[in-house]
């Protein structure tokens, strides 16, 4: 199984200057490519401290000039915020720049809060439709020239993009999925799938699996064999204090993120407030890999015995960048050997 890191931007912290965000991300990046992640995860958010990352085409850019060998997966991109023809060679040319390393991933948004503040519509059968278009005419123009378009959401004329992508036709795409009908679906039309498991049982975990699985076996695979991605917050702690205190932190980022997917926080200077939700950390924490080296251990084991192709980690779940760092040191010593070499992960099963 492969690992992923998403540079997420979360800036929890506002007595820490934010000019120290893209630099600390930065040598997050340098210690990951030094222990062996292989790949870099870069979502869009906008107008907000839970994550600031509002182009992730600019630092994949960016990261590809101090790496060598990872892909750089832009996921999730939110399809209907964007000029589908601009986004086009945009991608295109971040392709280019980056030498044919760029996997794309796009996504219908999930709250409001960024739709709202661009003017967009924001309703599930209007983003619903206007993705479907938008990915539709991304088709056409990674694949013709002079492509015209007048859709009811969707409309430019004459189009080619130049530059061409690097990769031919185009990078490989991940589509978002939350329901086992989306992940079935998408891997139905040759996609990879993303897939996170919130507050979901581990059963949800096997049944979006299954789905993705019986897509995949119904699909003509235009990109060739196809992946599943888990996306979750992950943390190796030095002990039990250092789990409890993540935790902690872990909830309270999770409690902004309820109020963003329940419109109900109301933001100010970019600041999300977080709501209150039911529970204590410790409710979530077998739903988040959080914990010392052993339990984090036993929680990638099973995900790469279920069949997951990528663990997409996401470091940045509240903590200071010493503490993020000093994770990724634990990662690299006791993690990412058992996913990458499969002997080592069968000896560690037995004990």
């Keep these: 199984m492969q690992v992923g890191l998403e ?15 893209f630099p600390e991300m930065i040598e997050v990046v340098k210690l990951a490519d030094k222990i062996g992640i292989d790949a870099y995860v870069m979502g869009e958010h906008h107008f907000m401290d839970y994550n600031a990352t509002p182009s992730p085409i600019a630092l994949a850019t960016y990261v590809a000039a101090l790496t060598k060998r990872q892909r750089l997966i832009l996921a999730i991109m939110i399809l209907p915020l964007h000029n589908i023809a601009r986004l086009a060679g945009e991608l295109a040319m971040a392709d280019q720049l980056t030498g044919g390393r760029i996997d794309i991933g796009f996504g219908r948004g999930g709250a409001p809060y960024e739709f709202r503040r661009l003017n967009a519509p924001w309703d599930y059968e209007s ?23 007048d859709w009811k959401h969707t409309k430019f004329t004459d189009v080619t993009i130049v ?3 690097r990769q031919r036709p185009h990078p490989p795409i991940w589509l978002s999925a939350q329901r086992t009908e989306a992940a079935y679906h998408i891997a139905k039309q040759g996609y990879h799938v993303q897939m996170a498991q919130l507050r979901n049982p581990i059963s949800y975990v096997h049944e979006m699996m299954a ?11 235009p990109q060739g064999k196809q992946n599943i991605a888990f996306i979750q917050w992950v943390y190796v702690a030095k002990d039990d204090a250092d789990r409890k205190q993540k935790l902690e932190i872990a ?8 109020g963003l997917f329940t419109d109900s926080s109301y933001a100010k200077g970019g600041r999300i407030p977080p709501i209150d939700i039911p529970g204590t950390p410790e409710d979530y924490a077998d739903n988040m890999i959080i914990g010392t080296k052993e339990f984090v251990q036993d929680k990638v084991l099973q995900l790469k015995e279920i069949g997951f192709d990528m663990l997409m ?3 940045h779940c509240g ?12 990662l690299g010593e ?9 002997e080592a992960a069968a000896i560690a099963a037995v004990g």
């Design 127 to 149: 983003t619903r439709e206007i993705f479907e278009e938008r990915l539709a005419a991304l088709h056409l123009l990674f694949g013709q020239e002079d492509v015209s378009v």
């Design 334 to 342: 006791h993690i990412l050997p058992l996913l990458h070499t499969p």
């Design 211 to 221: 789905a993705f699985r019986e897509g995949a076996a119904a699909s003509e695979k």
């Design 319 to 330: 903590p200071d960048h010493h503490d993020v760092m000093a994770s990724m040191d634990r």
């Design 163 to 165: 530059p061409p992508f």
């Design 251 to 258: 909830y309270q980022k999770h409690r902004k993120f309820m």
């Design 313 to 315: 980690v996401q470091a």
């Design 7 to 21: 540079l997420g931007g979360h800036w929890p912290d506002h007595k820490h200057h934010i000019d120290n965000l």
